[in-house]
């Protein structure tokens, strides 16, 4: 018998927008800064799924799943130094576009489900002197969002220290911090 939530699993094909090199933009939520991080699959995958699942349960259709990325510890800004949840530094124009593809992939055809399956159960107990008819528009879902391409911008700059390859600003000078390990870099 199969397990219900391995039932109730979706799995989407997303497309991640790095630029040309595999970095992702981020935003620090504090400083508001914009800095980069090349690719680890580990953590985008996390971020995606932590992203979607807070996108269902906010529709109301479903509850928030705690993902292991609030498990993988925190992001450090590299400007402002300050720590936080690694979602939270999510860039907010990739952070809508995965709103959006969890609406039209998952929140859309669960809302459409639902109605089919109302409309059924009151179809099968029409008797009496009371009936109830359900209209509803289309069936048809938003447009499927895209995303990038991104430009390949920025500094790239390599921590020795945990192995972490961010890139930052071109205009930027005097410290920085890791986004990983937190270890203060001097640039010149």
């Not at 992702?24 to 914009?34: I, K, Q, T, V």
Request: proline share 6%; glycine share 8%.
């Amino acid at each position: 018998m199969p397990d219900d939530d391995e039932d109730s699993k979706v799995t989407l094909q997303i497309g991640i927008p790095t630029d040309a090199s595999g970095y992702l933009r981020h935003e620090c939520p504090s400083c508001m800064l914009e800095f980069k991080v090349k690719g680890d699959e580990a953590r985008f995958c996390d971020v995606v799924e932590w992203w979607t699942s807070k996108a269902v349960a906010e529709s109301g259709l479903g509850e928030a799943q705690e993902s292991e990325v609030t498990n993988r510890g925190q992001m450090t800004c590299p400007y402002c130094a300050e720590p936080t949840d690694v979602q939270s530094f999510l860039h907010g124009e990739f952070r809508s576009y995965l709103i959006r593809v969890a609406r039209r992939e998952i929140i859309e055809p669960m809302m459409f489900g639902m109605l089919n399956n109302l409309e059924r159960t009151f179809s099968r107990h029409r008797r009496g002197p009371i009936s109830f008819k359900i209209e509803r528009g289309s069936e048809a879902r938003s447009p499927r969002p895209i995303a990038g391409p991104e430009p390949d911008d920025m500094v790239r700059i390599f921590c020795a220290s945990c192995g972490e390859h961010f890139k930052i600003s071109e205009g930027w000078s005097g410290a920085i911090r890791c986004p990983s390990c937190s270890l203060e870099l001097q640039i010149s």
